[in-house]
């Protein structure tokens, strides 16, 4: 067996060649691998991510330009935000911390802020650990916010970079992810939808916070209650809300454990299969077509092959183009075409509870149709009376 080094190293170049020549790799971030977690059987999703392919240039590369993502306005009022936030040495944004999360700790008059600039990303997350120890040890008192730190999550055999807005380390040696969004809180609560995604995106950030502190003796805390800071209704003055992201952690540790390894899939792939943009549509539909998908109508929220994948769907009559939960009810029934001959009587088990369930539906649905149609003939003929 091949040492790990050598083993990650074919793997890093299995994946650059999936991705294609001189194709640059677009980094798996928190909001990414969120949505990943959330639909862990899609082995599409898992070997296009794990690769670095940029699925919205794929998408419109295939036909099926997506509309996912933020756009330039909210990008750019999203980072003045952030900015105001964590200007004056990041004064409010501790504050808030200190007031929602730690009011019996010593206000943080002096916090640090270290500089946590390095090469590339894996330089990056080397800084993040260096000062993260470093509070664990000498730093031990005082409070400190890591601006932008990098962090690393292993996902499917292949390591994730993941950059939180903030890490604030408490004087009891505690840490907590921070995230700052630009969707307002109202009167204190904000989209519940909105503040959903926030926690499981922080419950990403928590889980890999959690890999540096295990590799410390003893580990620091991690705190599960994470801070959210909005813009405050209608202003640009920041208020915060504390989220406790257990659930969403338990959630996403348990799906990202699930997912299939990047290197299973690659490994089962043609010889010479390619994502790139850049080929023929043909070559490269057959490329995607060539790893199986699980489509859910929840994707058109979270990834950018979803109409591509919803058209297929669709085109083979899935019954996952109707949901989860619908996929869920019909058991072994795969297709819409093996649900209505099920329902007709032409096919299927009928001691099977979902087969006779259908049966029973159209059963009633005719028994329906043709009490209303008896009624409409009466109708017609009082009236030609």
Request: net charge negative; with cysteine.
């Amino acid at each position: 067996m091949p040492p790990p080094r050598t083993r990650g190293t074919a793997l890093r170049h299995r994946l650059a060649e999936l991705r294609g020549p001189d194709v640059p790799a677009k980094a798996l971030d928190a909001r990414a691998l969120a949505a990943l977690a959330a639909n862990p059987g899609c082995r599409r999703r898992a070997i296009l991510d794990g690769a670095g392919v940029n699925k919205a240039a794929l998408a419109d590369a295939l036909g099926s330009p997506s509309a996912f993502g933020q756009s330039q306005f909210a990008l750019t009022r999203g980072n003045a935000f952030e900015a105001k936030v964590k200007a004056d040495g990041g004064k409010e944004l501790l504050r808030l911390v200190h007031e929602k999360l730690d009011p019996r700790a010593e206000p943080p008059a002096d916090a640090r802020v270290p500089d946590l600039s390095a090469i590339g990303p894996e330089g990056r997350t080397a800084r993040t650990a260096l000062e993260l120890r470093e509070t664990a040890t000498a730093a031990r008192g005082n409070w400190t916010l890591l601006d932008h730190p990098m962090l690393a999550l292993d996902v499917a055999g292949s390591p994730a970079f993941l950059e939180p807005d903030a890490v604030v380390v408490h004087p009891d040696g505690s840490w907590t992810v921070v995230e700052i969004k630009s969707f307002p809180m109202v009167d204190g609560s904000a989209d519940p939808a909105k503040v959903g995604a926030a926690a499981r995106q922080a419950a990403v950030y928590v889980l890999a916070l959690e890999d540096v502190a295990a590799r410390l003796d003893p580990p620091p805390p991690v705190r599960h209650r994470v801070l959210l800071v909005c813009p405050k209704d209608f202003s640009n003055l920041p208020t915060a809300s504390a989220v406790d992201v257990r659930k969403q952690r338990a959630v996403t540790s348990r799906q990202l454990a699930r997912l299939t390894r990047v290197q299973d899939i690659a490994d089962a792939l043609p010889e010479g299969t390619c994502f790139s943009p850049g080929l023929p549509a043909e070559e490269l539909t057959a490329a995607v077509e060539s790893v199986p998908a699980t489509y859910a109508p929840e994707c058109l929220s979270a990834c950018e092959l979803a109409f591509h994948c919803r058209d297929r769907s669709r085109a083979d009559g899935a019954v996952t183009s109707l949901g989860r939960s619908v996929r869920a009810e019909l058991g072994g029934l795969t297709t819409v075409e093996d649900v209505l001959a099920a329902a007709r009587g032409e096919a299927g088990d009928p001691d099977d509870p979902a087969v006779a369930a259908l049966r029973r539906a159209a059963e009633l649905r005719a028994e329906a149709l043709g009490e209303l149609r008896a009624e409409t003939l009466g109708e017609g003929v009082g009236v030609c009376r």
